[in-house]
């Protein structure tokens, strides 16, 4: 009987060190992409925080791309708005912006962010289009 229950002990933290290597991905394995870009959880500080504007400000426009604004799911049209460069989507998306596709009001209409709470915002913005 001794023996029996040293053998059921010995299984048992086996078996338990078995399910916690399984939890662990291998360092070969990339990470599942996001089934949309909103849903990319970053590790970055900055980009963490722009995740928290972006969700509570600038989703109503961007997820799916209501009034014109460039939506987070057309790779196409943020490649367009990147190629332009930081310093121009912080400008737009600071001091709004009317162009022909649609109009960026200052601050996504949120007059209390500030110029830090918008860049990281759109730094997040850009990086759902990496993942």
């Known amino acids: 009987m001794r023996r029996f229950l040293s053998l059921l002990v010995i299984a048992c933290v086996l078996n338990a060190c078995g399910k916690e290597q399984a939890d662990v991905a291998p360092a070969d394995v990339e990470p599942e992409k996001p089934d949309h870009p909103w849903d990319l959880i970053p590790d970055q500080p900055e980009l963490v925080a722009g995740r928290q504007i972006y969700l509570a400000e600038c ?14 799911v057309e790779a196409e049209e943020w490649k367009v708005r990147a190629d332009k460069g930081l310093p121009v989507l912080f400008d737009h998306a600071i001091n709004g ?6 109009e960026m009001p200052a601050r996504g209409g949120t007059d209390s962010l500030s110029d830090e709470e918008v860049k990281n915002a759109v730094r997040y913005m850009l990086a759902t289009q990496e993942s």
């Open 59 to 72: 989703a109503l426009c961007h997820n799916e791309g209501e009034e014109g604004a460039p939506a987070l």
């Open 97 to 102: 912006f009317i162009g022909d596709d649609g």
